[in-house]
């Protein structure tokens, strides 16, 4: 009896006695988290204590790898418009996220990832598991916090999601030392927070969508630029309205499919490198362009000399330093985009008046030189593939991808009717990414078909994830586009490395359905078109999850193309 | 061309490894930097001069910097009438015999001998770079053994006359 009376008053202290982990998760639930992916580690076990004891209905989805947990989250936050939130431990668990972060940071997605750190008697002593996690991510994350104090840690994470989420969407770090989130916190700041150096705008200024509207009226060749600022803006609708009533021409980004309809009359297809040839003379030709929430990247500009020469540029994006940056601007309107849309929505009453002629030429192109891809009898060509993948589910999937070639086509021939079904690497271009990104997404949203169409070397990069599809019994379909090499690598060492195709050839590869199978989870090797055209309806509506190796043929290119260097109108494989 | 680019901060950790690291990483060379609090609690000023190729550059690297959560206020003093000052430390080779000499040299520069031994004398001075650099120049003979420089700190004139007259109160012009 004596151990059980001394024990007693312990236990009913450490119940009553809040640590900084209790007072985390108790804000991580003030901000409605429902899922956290994560994996444990020496400097957040107190955090996972915490979440061990909490009686809130925390989802934490245990990846194989941190790079699949933070992948994940980025899936997540892009389907569900909401910051993915993760968690991981000290030194290699948070440097295992760096690419995660790095990859939200240039697509603009809201992450909140909390690493745990040495303690802070130790910091900056090369202790075990130390890495400099601020030092690593600032150039990385829209911003950083170490907690200094628990004090503190209320205050910091309402901070983190309103960063997070907020104006140009990005990554935030919150690091926390282990003494900090393991020892009793005897009083926290709950006041609201205040950050007088953010203030991001949402609203555009009037008279500059004025201005936008008189030169959309006097424009022969308007031409409307889509990118991801339309999605996070939620400005889909608008635009599909205002599109429709002036009859303007939309092109878009490789990150703004889905923004406006990829079957819609009007749409002209994807610009930029891979783009198609209407979209891509367009952009020359025009001379009103107005990109809304794109960042006119180098893979969608080409050479800047060439790049809308005769256009007056109308720029509407979130963060002013994209206005400007890389193409110079006549008409800057910094707003949100969903924002801006509903302005102009308000505010225009006439479209362009005498632009007939523009859109007659555009219709022609968009006949005369569409995509084309080989259809050889036999074998099975990766355009094919994707494209019987959007027949068989009438387009009404989630997309993912990493980079690469099965990215490219997976653009070109899935046509993103609605927003938010498109998620792939675009900015950083992860390999690896597209399968630990279709599970988030799955989590995000689990009445939708999630597939992710990978390659053969992406998804050897984090296929350790199959472990979760296993877990959860989540309905993923995992189309590899298995051509045995790293199809973009070795295209550009064809085109202009003269076919040294100096280590892209990888016909050393595991078998994907045993490997499928000794994950419990069903796997289809496919050869043939005939059974690829027979199974695909069946694979794709398959209640749990599929990995299906499709063998494709190796020496397919992506098509068109604008070599690097070159302006956009300077295409080669366009065909009649 | 160079800039002189002041920041109000917030004192927090980390702030000025953020405002470096983006201009290393858009290549601005950094000339020199100076750091302080203001009469605010938990504000700091940070003083900038870099070399920015040209006015897009320069126009990136202010709205870059605005970005960053913790800067209150970015302004380029460049062409606006400022004052501006940096302050110096000098430690010259010197004996009883040229104690005279020197004396006489720093004089005309209000500068000060802020040290004296056996065979060294420190001077403190406090100016425009330029002054600060022909005082170096006529100390340089007698043998220089150590500077230490503060780097420019700067803030406007209390009046701004009109633009037209700018460039003769500018410093960098």
Redesign the interface.
Known sequence: MKPETTAMPKKSAAASMQTGADVLVEALIEQQVETIFGYPGGAVLPIYDALYRSEAEFEHILTRHEQGAIHAAEGYARVKRKPGVVLATSGPGATNLVTGIADAMMDSLPLVVITGQVATNVTGTDAFQEADF??IT??IT???Y?V?SSYDIPRIVKEAFH?ASTGRPGPVVIDIPKDISAKPCFETDQSPFH????QPTFKPNPMQIKKLGEALKKAKKPLILTGAGVLHGGGSDTLKTLVERFEIPVTSTLLGLGAFPGDHPLFLGMAGMHGTYTSNMAITDCDLLINIGARFDDRLTGNLEHFAKNALVAHIDV???EI??NVHTHIPIVSDAGAALQEMERQLQTGPEDHQAWLEELHYNKDAYPLWFNNPPEGMTAQWAVKKIYEATDGDAIVTTDVGQHQMWAAQYFQFTRPDRWVTSGGLGTMGFGFPAAIGCQLARPEENVIAIVGDGGFQMTLQELSVLQERNLPVKVVILNNQALGMVRQWQEEFYEERYSESLVSCQPDFVKLADSYSIRGVKIESRKDYEEQIGELMNYKGPVLIDARVIQQENVFPMVPPGRGINDMVGVKP | MKRIITLVVQNRSGVLNRVTGLMHKRQFNIESISVGRTEQEGISKMTFVVDVEDHRKLEQLTKQLNKQIDVLKVTDLSEKAIVARELALIKIVSNAGVRNEVQGIIEPFRASVIDVSKDSLSVQVTGKPEKIEALIDLLRPYGIKETARTGLTAFSRGSQPQSAELTQYSLLK
């Open positions: 601020m030092g600032t150039p829209k911003h950083n170490q200094q960063i950050l007088p150096g953010y963060d002013p330093a400007g940056k």
